[in-house]
């Protein structure tokens, strides 16, 4: 019941004033999990960006979920006839600011002037990620504007020097590395041949209960209940700004929490709010 009650809770927030009828999903690859058993020399690590998914189907940038976003002509002017799987980004630290700019149903050339489009795939090649990363060369190369930009790409020969670098792109504010097996084929779907990496787990669950603060928290909200997909239920009591705590989640919408694993009962260990779902 539960399962069927956050489907139609996650088809609400998707239906928002972007979407139309016609609007689709975009047919992205989606990651899984790194684990460390993995080949790695199969792999090829990229920064993951806290930016917003975006699908060039050839004619219009699209979201993950399908919404058409208001790219300026001067944006999107020069991109191929061919579809390009990337993230909109403006920086390390910025994804809220990002968040703002791009949702607006009207966008002008000045709001998009920092925002770089970061392409990572070739959705519409039939060659494996190793020959589609030299197809995108050459692609970004003939589009040759500044906000187009290839994401850098390299190998990394053993899990130390992985988790070493790791270390070294959460300390400059980025959120994680991704990993791209180069013998693969590009799927719709969530497969072991894109992987994440970060120093956290995330995920989504339904606020579903909200609990008043006590001390400097008073009047404000000082915890949330929140229930998964899978019916676990749990309090999520930090990660909130004073504004978030004064104008909290509504009951029944959607949240993005991080934690550091499960316990033995598959509760999220020292889960903390992250922020409030956004679709595109």
Same mark, same amino acid.
């Given at each position: ?85 990337? +993230?909109?980004? @403006? %920086?390390?630290?910025?994804? !809220?600011?990002?968040? *703002?700019?791009?949702? $607006?149903?009207?966008?002008?050339? &000045? ?17 494996m990620f190793d020959q589609r990363l030299q197809q995108l ?80 928290? +008073?009047?404000? @909200? %000082?915890?949330?209940?929140? !229930?998964?997909?899978? *019916?676990?239920?749990? $309090?999520?009591?930090?990660?909130? &700004? ?30 903390s709010f992250l922020r409030k779902r956004k679709d595109f």
């Amino acid at each position: 019941m539960l399962r069927l009650y956050f489907s139609i809770i996650c088809l609400i927030f998707s239906s928002n004033t972007f979407a139309t009828e016609e609007n689709q999903p975009a047919p992205v690859l989606l990651a899984k999990i790194y684990r460390s058993d993995i080949n790695l020399q199969d792999y090829w690590v990229s920064e993951k960006y806290d930016g917003v998914r975006a699908y060039w189907n050839g004619k219009q940038l699209i979201s993950r979920q399908g919404n058409n976003f208001s790219a300026p002509p001067s944006f999107i002017h020069g991109l191929p006839n061919l579809a390009l799987d990337g +993230e909109l980004w @403006l %920086g390390r630290g910025r994804f !809220e600011q990002l968040s *703002g700019l791009v949702r $607006r149903q009207s966008a002008n050339k &000045s709001d998009w002037s920092e925002i770089k489009y970061m392409v990572f795939d070739l959705p519409g090649s039939k060659r494996m990620f190793d020959q589609r990363l030299q197809q995108l060369k050459a692609i970004i190369s003939d589009i040759n504007q500044p906000h187009i930009q290839l994401v850098p790409q390299y190998k990394i020969t053993t899990h130390e020097i992985l988790l070493t670098r790791l270390e070294d792109v959460v300390n400059q504010g980025g959120e994680g590395l991704m990993l791209h097996r180069g013998a693969s084929f590009y799927k719709s779907w969530r497969s072991e041949d894109l992987l994440k990496l970060k120093k956290y787990q995330d995920a989504e669950a339904v606020v579903i209960k909200h609990y008043p603060g006590k001390g400097k928290f +008073e009047s404000m @909200l %000082g915890s949330m209940e929140v !229930e998964t997909a899978d *019916g676990k239920k749990f $309090r999520i009591g930090s990660g909130f &700004s004073d504004d978030e705590r004064n104008n909290p989640p509504a009951i029944g919408s959607i949240i993005t929490y991080k934690y550091f694993g499960l316990t033995r009962n598959g509760i999220p260990r020292f889960a903390s709010f992250l922020r409030k779902r956004k679709d595109f």
